[in-house]
Structures are given as structure tokens and as C-alpha cells.
Nanobody, 126 residues
Framework: EVQLVESGGGLVQTGGSLRLSCTTS????????IGWFRQAPGKEREGVSC????????AHGDSVRGRFTISRDNAKNVVYLQMNSLKPEDTAVYYC???????????????????WGQGTQVTVSS
């Protein structure tokens, strides 16, 4: 059974930090790129970051570049999203997702992804 489980969300003040984890199982981690998306109420799902599990190359969306960092631990099949300098507009449910093709680290669109987690809430208070 394929599983992606997000954890690490919560409530933080503006300027604070959180680290999200995406723990995966049930598929060959090294064959997939892992992305993070977020969705705020009333808004479309937005691509945040993506990482190649093969070589660690990554991409970040314009709204988070310089503040968020994606990384992976191939030994544990886990991908992390370190979020610094958080802003109220970062408030959303954050999802991780797996897309077949480990060498491709561009974020892409949600429908390109094969598997999804259930999401974790991140709330940034002003």
C-alpha cells in the first residue's frame, strides 16, 4: 500500500519556522520525485517545492524561494520542507506528493503527481 504521511504542521508566529516531514512507503522512493503543494481556503492548490530523489536537485516556487528548503533522506524514504521566515500568507494545508520520474525536479501541476498524502495544516499568525 502506497502511503505518504505529512507531519510537522502547526501554529507559528510571523517570522517563525517549521519543518514538515513527508514519510513515504509502498513504492520505490528512488524512482519518484517528491513535491510539496499547499492549498489555502478558497484558493487553488499551489506548487511549493520539488526534489529529485536521485541527485537532490530541487525547485521552489517564487513565493517561497529563499525562505523554504526541500531536502530528502533516501535511507529513510523521507522528504523534508524547512520553512523559515513564515508569513501569514503561508497559511494553508500542505501536501506532499510523488511523481514517477526521479530525475525531474520541476514542480509541475498537481495532476502530474501519482500519489498524495492527506495534508498537514500550517497556520501563521500575524
Amino acid at each position: 500500500e502506497v502511503q505518504l504521511v505529512e507531519s510537522g504542521g502547526g501554529l507559528v508566529q510571523t517570522g517563525g519556522s517549521l519543518r514538515l516531514s513527508c514519510t513515504t512507503s509502498g513504492f520505490t522512493f528512488d524512482n519518484y520525485a517528491i513535491g510539496w503543494f499547499r492549498q489555502a481556503p478558497g484558493k487553488e492548490r499551489e506548487g511549493v517545492s520539488c526534489i529529485s530523489t536521485t541527485d537532490g536537485r530541487s525547485a521552489h516556487g517564487d513565493s517561497v524561494r529563499g525562505r523554504f528548503t526541500i531536502s530528502r533522506d533516501n535511507a529513510k524514504n523521507v522528504v523534508y520542507l524547512q520553512m523559515n521566515s513564515l508569513k501569514p500568507e503561508d497559511t494553508a494545508v500542505y501536501y506532499c506528493a510523488a511523481r514517477y520520474g526521479a530525475g525531474y525536479f520541476y514542480i509541475g501541476t498537481p495532476d502530474e503527481y501519482d500519489y498524495w498524502g492527506q495534508g498537514t495544516q500550517v497556520t501563521v499568525s500575524s
